[in-house]
């Protein structure tokens, strides 16, 4: 079950909202309940695993206050990181190693595909993140094994993000106070997050799945850009939309999540875009790994293998496959390039081009991200740029029409801050006006133009939810 689904939105929601506020004092109990019911319902069986997580990393919490801690923490981490070796690298690392085996004649390792249970990264991350905190006395290990296992589960951030830290929540576990402002605020910014998924995410993400399944007899330059500028906005676009309804459901509940997302496509570096895209898996990778090994604290070179293997680490992170490595050691090499005397010149051009260098780099990142292999990249990248002699065919007006320019343009747009720009710039006018008469005017008015505007994406999102049936969700393979 995903967010932008009918049965969520029209069955699971709101019978998860009633009960919810009709528990009284057994909310938690509620909400832990509600969020192994969303979680088995895809996943059946594998709620177990997720129990597991629960069971053994409370325990290791409890245990961490007493003798044996580093021996504690070592069996907390193995048994973690065990989740993720057995359940999303274990066909990946078996055929690399039947690929050396074939190289010496030795017969194969026979293993049948083992199914990934969706959001498995996310949980094991939020549950390793919470061992160490607790081994760092950062803080106090949690005593009510049902409310770590609502930390874990907790439905609205469980199966695309963000990475809620528990120092984070740790409060809200134990108290929440219900506040209309703080629900309406749930509802228009899990409104919008959808509306991000729905009316731009999925119609970018439906041509630029075309685009990438052409091969490349069929595929030309202009063709080959297009597809690549389209996934991406999909990317950013489905993924800040899940993180905006992940908040805003968080809202409703009475959590607070920090931002995942903070317009990363108008990045002047890759340094700059990693601090603002997916925010949370940046800062966990920071605090968790980056900082560990020494930071930049050891000299240059260090920093440039710390930076490496963190980006190793993150593009593994994101899915078994040599092309998500391939795009997170490319964004690695960036990194370090950023930190020798390149940067010196990059800081010396003018800021539009910076951004087009950035930018470019970005999009390049996302065909190897998008590949199935890096074979498949390669020759994508090729056409792209002209190196590989693409089709003839006039394949621009095949998918660009007026519903595209429209759903482009718009992302494009939405994807810099120019609305909050606006929306500052209208409040620093209302408030220099003293007159309170002309001030209580302006509210009602800004009131009911942002529910006219909620009331009109909603309208054009339940809409196109139940008139198409591509409703990709990108997040199955992390």
Known sequence: MVFSSITFLFF??????????CSGRARNITLLAMSLLFYSWGEGIYVLVMLGSIWVNYFAGIYLQKKHKKTVLTGALLYNFSLLGIFKYANFITDNVNTLLSHVHISAIQLDPVHLPIGISFFTFQAVSYIIDV?????????????????????????AGPIVRYHDIAKSLHWRKFRSVDFSYGIERFLLGLSKK???????????????????????????WLGALCYTLQIYYDFSGYSDMAIGLGRMFGFRFLENFNYPYISNSMQDFWRR???????????YLYIPLGGNRKGTSRTCVNLLIVFFLCGLWHGANWSFVCWGLFHGFFLVLERTKIKTILNSLWLPIRHVITLTIIVVGWVIF??????????????????????????????????????????????????????????????????????????????????????????????????????????FRF
């Open 12 to 21: 699971f929601l709101p019978v998860a909202l009633l009960a919810y506020y």
């Open 198 to 224: 729905v009316l731009l995410a999925n119609p970018l993400g439906l041509v630029a799945d075309k685009i990438f399944a052409l091969s490349s007899f069929d595929l030309n330059s202009p063709a080959a």
């Open 370 to 475: 998008r590949s199935e292999t890096i074979s498949e990249a390669i020759s994508f990248l090729a056409i792209m740029f002209g190196a590989t002699q693409g089709s003839e065919r006039q394949l621009l007006s095949i998918y660009l029409d007026q519903k595209l320019f429209c759903e482009f343009g718009f992302a494009l747009l939405f994807a810099t801050p120019i609305f909050p720009l606006i929306q500052n710039y209208c409040l620093t006018i209302t408030q220099r006006f003293s007159n309170d008469t002309i001030n209580s005017l302006s509210r009602p008015v800004i009131a009911m133009a942002r529910l006219s505007v909620l009331t009109a994406i909603s309208y054009f999102t339940i809409i196109s939810l139940s008139a198409s049936a591509y409703n990709p969700f990108i997040y």
């Open 277 to 287: 895209w997916h925010i949370s898996l940046s800062s966990w990778f920071r605090d």
């Open 135 to 159: 081994y760092r006395g950062t803080v106090p290990p949690q005593k009510s094994i049902l409310n770590l296992g609502l930390y874990i589960s907790l439905f609205p951030q469980l199966i």
